[in-house]
């Protein structure tokens, strides 16, 4: 007796010393994909790795929160009022108390959103990693799957440019409480043997707390797919169990998370409720979900970026001829093929329900039966998310959310959890040949590890788009440029210092003004500390319909522009060459002005001071 508990003890012991090595693997040999894939050896951590459209956006309100603290107001643009945010609601918080944490070490706004970018891809392993154990994939080929989900090519398509959507590992832990609500298990409860309070923190209640908390502060759109996939498994599990305890409990945590984005967005609408609406800042349309909705065959299809150019040559004559591309979405070799189980689990599921219960959950009797509730819950991911799918019925009602395509990566988990459940029961086979059955362990170690390796290796070739380093050189020199711009300003300027920037372009999401989008007004205060620019206030209220009605005046009426430019108190007017159609009107309007003082490197941007006695 005495021996059994102490080989038991040195069990329970060895379990807690591997779990945190598990995790630690996947998140070296995710973080090791990346800096190979991202060649981060010769890397400018001040560069970020993109630096057009969104991702512009994206750095500007980095560079306030270094600044001021926070990003829902921002002095220096938007000027002589300056920038308020709080007309175009988010309630992603997460990622700015993340950069505040960051810019406390001193990083630039560039630094920080690299490691910003390079720090999901660890954490998207390590939670993947979480969810396949608790779906019961073995630890070996749970490892390799979890560097296989850092790696997707929906992490590379959404780069920089939607960081905040790059940090998907919330997903997984999301779909480990939907797993839990679609078993009939409880995502609620004490630890046993601990006072009542501090056993909730500790135990399933304070989990489920942390990660609705994560989740509701990392990403509208992620929290929103849990909601309906949630929804839809608690009616499942309520359905197949009747176990009216456990649907409540289901809903308290959809309660939870609903409060959780209502308190991170709770700025926006007090603000909204004391200056009124602003329907301009916002515009968006019903027709837009199916836009921007995905399609089966863009998720088996190869990624656009693939490094094999059949493949690469393949999508894109379908991006290119086929309707609605959307934002590309694709699941890589691995997970499609986890997919395709998935769908063909649901034909049997559905073909054998007239003699079999359809959803044996809580049965871990047969491969079937733990791959029924992955089947379950893709199928309802491909039901909303799909072209004309039930999120087009959702956008009858609100158009908040359009870009269904993004449950692309909640299908790649399911889809991976599919493959490593599958891929184990052929572990299983294998070694179950071996004689005498002392070997069976052995070979399926061997096996597991062949498997991994392979895994891994699949996926790097499939996943990783191959290295351009002429795009990487572009994008520094663009850096450069602008860089030398700005510090030309600084030197002719001095602090506080108003600049008006020709041509007024309306801020966000306008198209495309020439070659120049909304965002590009953003770059000359990317790379100066102490100027004030007229670019990129909210559209909608009146304050900026009085700038865009003074900058479209420039062009009629040069020389009444300047002195209405100067009434306000602006010094200078920078002008964005690439904004019109024919670049020698812009130094034409530069001569009318008074002639520039300053240009860019690279001849984009070309800076004319005011004039006092004008």
Same mark, same amino acid.
């Given at each position: 007796?005495?021996?059994?508990?102490?080989?038991?003890?040195?069990?329970?012991?060895?379990?807690?010393?591997?779990?945190?090595?598990?995790?630690?693997?996947?998140?070296?040999?995710?973080?090791?994909?990346?800096?190979?894939? @991202?060649?981060?050896?010769?890397?400018?951590?001040? #560069?970020?790795?993109?630096?057009?459209?969104?991702?512009?956006?994206?750095?500007?309100?980095?560079?306030?929160?270094?600044?001021?603290?926070?990003?829902?107001?921002? &002095?220096?643009?938007?000027?002589? @009022? +300056?920038?308020?945010?709080?007309?175009?609601?988010?309630?992603?918080?997460?990622?700015?108390?993340?950069?505040?944490?960051?810019?406390?070490?001193? =990083?630039?706004?560039?630094?920080?959103?690299?490691?910003? %970018?390079?720090?999901?891809?660890?954490?998207?392993?390590?939670?993947?990693?979480?969810?396949?154990?608790?779906?019961?994939?073995?630890?070996?080929?749970?490892?390799? $799957?979890?560097?296989?989900?850092?790696?997707?090519?929906?992490?590379?398509?959404?780069?920089?440019?939607?960081?905040?959507?790059?940090?998907?590992?919330?997903?997984?832990?999301?779909?480990?409480?939907?797993?839990?609500?679609?078993?009939?298990?409880?995502?609620?409860?004490?630890?046993?043997?601990?006072?009542?309070?501090?056993?909730?923190?500790?135990?399933?209640?304070?989990?489920?707390?942390?990660?609705?908390? =994560? $989740?509701?502060?990392?990403?509208?759109?992620?929290?929103?797919?849990?909601?309906?996939?949630? +929804?839809?498994?608690?009616?499942?599990?309520?359905?197949?169990?009747?176990?009216?305890?456990?649907?409540?409990?289901?809903?308290?945590?959809?309660?939870? @998370?609903?409060?959780?984005?209502?308190?991170?967005?709770?700025?926006?609408?007090?603000?909204?409720?004391?200056?009124?609406?602003?329907?301009?800042?916002?515009?968006?349309?019903?027709?837009?979900?199916?836009?921007?909705?995905?399609?089966?065959?863009?998720?088996?299809?190869?990624?656009?970026?693939?490094?094999?150019?059949?493949?690469?040559?393949?999508?894109?004559?379908?991006?290119?001829?086929?309707?609605?591309?959307?934002?590309?979405?694709?699941? +890589?070799?691995?997970? *499609?093929?986890?997919?395709?189980?998935?769908?063909?689990?649901?034909? %049997?599921?559905?073909?054998?329900?007239?003699?079999?219960?359809?959803?044996?959950?809580?049965?871990?009797?047969?491969?079937?039966?733990?791959?029924?509730?992955?089947?379950?819950?893709?199928?309802?991911?491909?039901? %909303?998310?799909? !072209?004309?799918?039930?999120?087009?019925?959702?956008?009858?009602?609100?158009?908040?959310?359009?870009?269904?395509?993004?449950?692309?990566?909640?299908?790649?988990?399911?889809?991976?959890?599919?493959?490593? =459940?599958?891929?184990?029961?052929?572990?299983?086979?294998?070694?179950?040949?071996?004689? &005498?059955?002392?070997?069976?362990?052995?070979?399926?170690?061997?096996?597991?590890?062949?498997?991994?390796?392979?895994? !891994?290796?699949?996926?790097?070739?499939?996943?990783?788009?191959?290295?351009? /380093?002429?795009?990487?050189?572009?994008?520094? *020199?663009?850096?450069?440029?602008?860089?030398?711009?700005?510090?030309?300003?600084?030197?002719? =300027?001095?602090?506080?210092?108003?600049?008006?920037?020709? &041509?007024?372009?309306?801020?966000?999401?306008?198209?495309?003004? *020439?070659?120049?989008?909304?965002?590009?007004?953003?770059?000359?205060?990317?790379? /100066?500390?102490?100027?004030?620019?007229?670019?990129?206030?909210?559209?909608?209220?009146?304050?900026?319909?009085?700038?865009?009605?003074?900058?479209?005046?420039?062009? #009629?009426?040069?020389?009444?522009?300047?002195?209405?430019?100067? *009434?306000?108190?602006?010094? +200078?007017?920078?002008?964005?060459?690439?904004?019109?159609?024919?670049?020698?009107?812009?130094?034409?309007?530069?001569?009318?002005?008074?002639?520039?003082?300053?240009?860019?490197?690279?001849?984009?941007?070309?800076?004319?001071?005011?004039?006092?006695?004008?």
């Amino acid at each position: 007796m005495y021996h059994d508990e102490v080989v038991g003890q040195r069990a329970a012991a060895s379990g807690r010393l591997r779990t945190p090595l598990l995790y630690s693997i996947a998140a070296a040999l995710a973080t090791l994909a990346a800096w190979v894939t @991202l060649d981060l050896w010769s890397f400018r951590w001040d #560069v970020p790795l993109d630096y057009r459209g969104d991702a512009l956006a994206v750095a500007a309100h980095l560079k306030t929160v270094i600044e001021t603290g926070w990003y829902e107001y921002q &002095p220096a643009l938007g000027a002589p @009022l +300056g920038q308020t945010y709080h007309d175009y609601p988010t309630a992603e918080n997460l990622h700015f108390m993340v950069a505040a944490v960051l810019g406390w070490f001193g =990083l630039s706004w560039g630094a920080v959103m690299n490691v910003h %970018f390079v720090l999901g891809f660890p954490l998207a392993a390590i939670a993947l990693l979480w969810f396949l154990r608790r779906i019961g994939v073995t630890p070996i080929i749970g490892v390799a $799957l979890s560097v296989v989900f850092a790696i997707a090519p929906y992490h590379f398509s959404r780069g920089e440019g939607h960081l905040f959507l790059s940090w998907y590992w919330v997903v997984p832990l999301a779909l480990g409480l939907i797993w839990s609500i679609l078993r009939g298990d409880s995502v609620w409860g004490a630890r046993e043997g601990m006072p009542r309070g501090l056993g909730h923190a500790l135990g399933r209640s304070g989990g489920t707390v942390a990660i609705l908390v =994560l $989740l509701g502060t990392a990403s509208t759109y992620y929290s929103a797919f849990t909601l309906i996939l949630g +929804g839809i498994a608690s009616l499942a599990a309520l359905w197949v169990g009747r176990n009216f305890r456990r649907f409540l409990g289901a809903l308290a945590a959809a309660a939870t @998370l609903v409060l959780v984005l209502a308190a991170n967005s709770a700025p926006d609408f007090i603000y909204r409720l004391l200056e009124g609406p602003n329907p301009g800042a916002l515009q968006r349309t019903p027709v837009e979900t199916e836009i921007y909705a995905l399609k089966l065959t863009q998720l088996l299809l190869p990624a656009s970026h693939h490094r094999y150019g059949p493949f690469a040559f393949l999508r894109g004559e379908y991006d290119t001829h086929y309707p609605l591309p959307s934002e590309g979405p694709a699941l +890589g070799l691995i997970a *499609a093929s986890g997919l395709i189980a998935l769908v063909v689990v649901a034909f %049997f599921v559905v073909a054998r329900a007239a003699n079999v219960n359809p959803f044996p959950l809580r049965s871990h009797n047969s491969l079937t039966s733990s791959l029924a509730p992955l089947s379950f819950l893709a199928c309802a991911a491909l039901l %909303f998310s799909s !072209v004309g799918g039930l999120s087009t019925l959702i956008s009858f009602v609100s158009t908040s959310l359009r870009a269904w395509n993004r449950m692309s990566i909640v299908i790649a988990a399911l889809a991976l959890g599919a493959v490593g =459940l599958l891929l184990d029961a052929l572990v299983r086979a294998i070694a179950s040949r071996a004689h &005498p059955s002392t070997a069976r362990a052995s070979r399926a170690l061997v096996g597991a590890s062949v498997i991994a390796v392979a895994l !891994v290796a699949v996926s790097l070739w499939d996943q990783a788009p191959a290295r351009d /380093t002429d795009a990487r050189a572009n994008v520094v *020199a663009e850096f450069e440029s602008d860089a030398a711009f700005g510090a030309e300003l600084e030197d002719q =300027l001095v602090a506080g210092d108003m600049v008006f920037q020709l &041509p007024y372009i309306a801020f966000p999401e306008s198209p495309p003004t *020439a070659d120049a989008l909304d965002s590009d007004q953003l770059r000359p205060y990317l790379h /100066t500390s102490h100027l004030r620019f007229s670019g990129a206030g909210i559209r909608g209220r009146d304050a900026e319909g009085e700038l865009a009605e003074l900058g479209a005046s420039a062009i #009629v009426n040069p020389q009444e522009f300047a002195k209405n430019s100067q *009434a306000i108190g602006f010094v +200078g007017v920078a002008i964005d060459t690439a904004a019109f159609d024919d670049r020698a009107v812009a130094a034409t309007l530069a001569d009318e002005l008074g002639g520039v003082s300053a240009t860019s490197p690279d001849g984009r941007f070309l800076f004319v001071p005011l004039d006092s006695g004008q």
